[in-house]
């Protein structure tokens, strides 16, 4: 991602690509999504195909139901939905890679400490 953070990264995705991806990984149906919408299981398909687009009041209420940003909604721009295992696995991952740094640290306070008796015993070795 280079210089972009996770809040400014555009997805590129379309509106419809994500309406649909935020409905699966709120684990509903076209049906079920529509219903709480307020519109036709048609309407909710249409704006999931892009042939047509939400009015203002229905992308808040489509943001409120699939559990998304507005504005990641209508731009893309900004955290996008993850599955929930997902962010489970990168919570685990981030306190390895925590675990493994201190480690890391260890093991270099280690060598040094080894290096340094290693001087100490050369130099008593050759004196």
Do not use: F
């Not at 489970?88 to 201190?102: F, H, K, Q």
């Amino acid at each position: 991602m280079n210089d972009m953070t996770a809040e400014a990264y555009d997805d590129g995705d379309t509106l419809g690509g994500r309406i649909t991806r935020a409905r699966d990984l709120a684990g509903l149906t076209l049906e079920e999504a529509a219903s709480r919408i307020g519109v036709t299981d048609e309407t909710l398909g249409e704006w999931e195909s892009d042939r047509s687009e939400p009015r203002a009041n229905k992308i808040m209420t489509l943001a409120g139901v699939l559990g998304v940003s507005p504005a990641w909604l209508i731009s893309g721009v900004g955290e996008a939905p993850q599955a929930p295992g997902i962010s489970i696995a990168v919570d685990e991952m981030s306190g390895e890679i925590n675990r493994l740094r201190e480690l890391a640290l260890q093991i270099t306070t280690c060598v040094e400490t080894l290096e340094s008796r290693l001087v100490t015993l050369t130099r008593a070795a050759n004196d």
